[in-house]
């Protein structure tokens, strides 16, 4: 293994995590991934359809030394690659991983029914199977169509004569918590696919970076809404629990309106959202009270309550000690009845 400190990086490569979701970002988003949040294992991801040519132009100076390189020649251009990234301290290393512990995810995956809505069809999705021993998934920064059936001949010809062309993979590691991101595919989507074609082990070439992911979610936002279907990202976002205290709503006019948004057409209200709330609610600042004002407001405006015997559902906490702690769902079917709850919950 070999380290490295970046100390005057680019910042045009990197991946935003925030222990919750992902993000693969060179210049522009090009991969995302989060938990499904629906009680299971399940995990969602997204894939741009940006044109590659921007993405090729960063790795092609590493092209031919990771096809055809030793591995002390592949190491040295790693080192220099890295100069593209943000500054932090970076490991890098080489190994052979069998196929049947891969799960390379390529494009979307998931064969929905003509009576799943448009809103709930995710463009990718899949259960890890933590119980194997080295498992990996690995996320795509391209899209399968980009994928160029003679570059994959090409490579398999390369196999077959002895070469070992070598893939790049990135993730980041919290310092703070021990959770690693998503593994990200950064080059040789080709090569991946003619080994899977010849049925061989893959050598991989691994980037990690090792930060504290602190206050990461804001950057994380505003790159993956590029991406993401728009249902995604309200997923995505709504999801992200306490990370979302971490946002600074008040001057960001970007999350305020995707605030506004939740606030006027979700049927659920949920406990992020209203920790959100709560949060303003306690602040002493007039700019902040005006904030949330101008939010509520917004909530009032949720067409849930339009047309007799129709409403939103909401969350307060219950007198008893006992559970103080705990949230208990609750319909609201009017104005009256919001504006009271407001007043018991966020107020």
Same mark, same amino acid.
């Given at each position: 293994?070999?380290?490295?400190?970046?100390s005057?990086?680019?910042?045009?490569?990197?991946?935003?995590?925030?222990?919750?979701?992902?993000?693969?970002?060179?210049?522009?988003?090009?991969?995302?991934?989060?938990?499904?949040?629906?009680?299971?294992?399940g995990?969602?991801?997204?894939?741009s359809?940006?044109?590659?040519?921007?993405?090729?132009?960063?790795?092609?100076?590493?092209?031919?030394?990771?096809?055809?390189?030793?591995?002390l020649?592949?190491?040295?251009?790693?080192?220099?690659?890295?100069?593209?990234?943000?500054?932090?301290?970076?490991?890098?290393?080489?190994?052979?991983?069998?196929?049947?512990?891969?799960?390379?995810?390529?494009?979307?995956?998931?064969i929905?029914?003509?009576?799943?809505?448009?809103?709930?069809?995710?463009?990718?999705?899949?259960?890890?199977?933590?119980?194997?021993?080295?498992?990996?998934?690995?996320?795509?920064?391209?899209?399968?169509?980009?994928?160029?059936?003679?570059?994959?001949?090409?490579?398999?010809?390369?196999?077959?004569?002895?070469?070992?062309?070598?893939?790049?993979?990135?993730?980041?590691?919290?310092?703070?918590?021990?959770?690693?991101?998503?593994?990200?595919?950064?080059?040789?989507?080709?090569?991946?696919?003619?080994?899977?074609?010849?049925?061989?082990?893959?050598?991989?070439?691994?980037i990690?970076?090792?930060?504290?992911?602190?206050?990461?979610?804001?950057?994380?936002?505003?790159?993956?809404?590029?991406?993401?279907?728009?249902?995604?990202?309200?997923?995505?976002?709504?999801?992200?629990?306490?990370?979302?205290?971490?946002?600074?709503?008040?001057?960001?006019?970007?999350?305020?309106?995707?605030?506004?948004?939740?606030?006027?057409?979700?049927?659920?209200?949920?406990?992020?959202i209203?920790?959100?709330? @709560? *949060? %303003?609610? +306690?602040?002493?600042?007039?700019?902040d !009270?005006?904030? $949330?004002?101008?939010?509520?407001?917004?909530? &009032? /405006?949720?067409?849930?309550?339009?047309?007799?015997?129709?409403?939103?559902?909401?969350?307060?906490?219950?007198?008893? @000690? *006992? %559970?103080? +702690?705990?949230?208990?769902?609750?319909? !609201?079917?009017? $104005?009256?009845e919001?504006?009271?709850?407001? &007043? /018991?919950?966020?107020?």
């Amino acid at each position: 293994m070999t380290e490295i400190e970046i100390s005057n990086g680019q910042n045009i490569i990197d991946i935003f995590f925030d222990d919750f979701a992902s993000c693969l970002v060179i210049k522009k988003a090009l991969a995302v991934n989060w938990p499904d949040c629906g009680g299971s294992i399940g995990e969602y991801y997204s894939i741009s359809d940006f044109s590659i040519n921007e993405r090729n132009f960063y790795t092609k100076n590493i092209n031919t030394v990771l096809a055809v390189g030793s591995d002390l020649e592949q190491i040295e251009a790693i080192k220099e690659f890295l100069n593209l990234f943000s500054n932090g301290k970076y490991s890098i290393n080489k190994g052979n991983s069998s196929i049947e512990n891969l799960n390379f995810l390529s494009s979307q995956n998931v064969i929905y029914s003509e009576s799943v809505p448009e809103d709930e069809r995710f463009s990718g999705a899949f259960f890890p199977p933590y119980w194997k021993n080295d498992y990996e998934p690995c996320l795509f920064s391209i899209t399968n169509d980009k994928i160029n059936p003679n570059q994959v001949d090409y490579y398999c010809q390369l196999i077959k004569e002895g070469k070992r062309p070598t893939v790049l993979t990135f993730l980041v590691y919290n310092n703070l918590t021990s959770n690693y991101s998503c593994s990200y595919v950064l080059d040789g989507h080709h090569k991946i696919q003619a080994y899977l074609k010849l049925n061989e082990s893959i050598p991989i070439l691994n980037i990690l970076k090792s930060e504290d992911c602190i206050n990461k979610t804001a950057s994380l936002l505003k790159y993956t809404k590029a991406i993401l279907k728009d249902f995604e990202y309200k997923h995505l976002f709504i999801n992200n629990d306490e990370n979302l205290l971490t946002l600074d709503f008040v001057n960001n006019i970007q999350f305020s309106s995707d605030l506004d948004d939740i606030l006027k057409n979700a049927s659920s209200i949920d406990t992020s959202i209203i920790y959100i709330l @709560k *949060k %303003y609610s +306690n602040s002493l600042n007039r700019v902040d !009270i005006d904030w $949330l004002e101008l939010r509520l407001n917004s909530l &009032r /405006k949720n067409k849930n309550f339009e047309g007799f015997g129709k409403g939103i559902w909401v969350y307060e906490k219950h007198k008893d @000690k *006992k %559970y103080e +702690n705990a949230w208990f769902q609750k319909g !609201i079917f009017n $104005l009256t009845e919001l504006d009271d709850w407001i &007043r /018991k919950t966020i107020k």
